[in-house]
């Protein structure tokens, strides 16, 4: 049974950072695409960050490139967002999930972590 697990969500203040990890187990993570979603309140899910199972390829949405940064650790099967200069408009549950390389979609998720940033 495949388990994401993340954490380090929380409160921040405008211009601070946090650091999500999200532990995998369950899969062959090194093979894995791994990917952070938002959802706002009000708003439909969103991809902000992929990076590809050998951290070759990597995406950000518009709103966050430059701002945050993907990561993995393969060795630990954990993929981290380290998330710097936070807006209020950053404010949201975040996901991690896995995908097949040769699929199209994400079929793992967590359970997702709140991250709310004040003005």
């Known amino acids: 049974q495949a388990q994401l697990v993340e954490s380090g969500g929380g409160l921040a203040q405008a211009g601070d950072s946090l650091r999500l990890s999200c532990a995998v187990s369950?899969?062959?993570?090194?093979?894995?695409?791994m990917g952070w979603f938002r959802q706002a309140p009000g708003k439909e899910r969103e991809l902000v960050a992929a990076l590809t199972w050998n951290s070759v390829d990597v995406w950000y949405t518009d709103s966050v490139d430059g701002r945050f940064t993907i990561s993995r650790d393969n060795a630990n099967d954990t993929a981290y967002l380290q998330m710097n200069n936070l807006k209020p408009e950053d404010t949201a549950v975040y996901y991690c999930?896995?995908?097949?390389?040769?699929?199209?979609?994400?079929?793992?998720w967590g359970q997702g972590t709140q991250v709310t940033v004040s003005s």
């Open positions: 999930a896995a995908r097949d390389p040769t699929k199209l979609g994400y079929d793992w």
């Open positions: 369950g899969l062959p993570f090194s093979k894995y695409t």
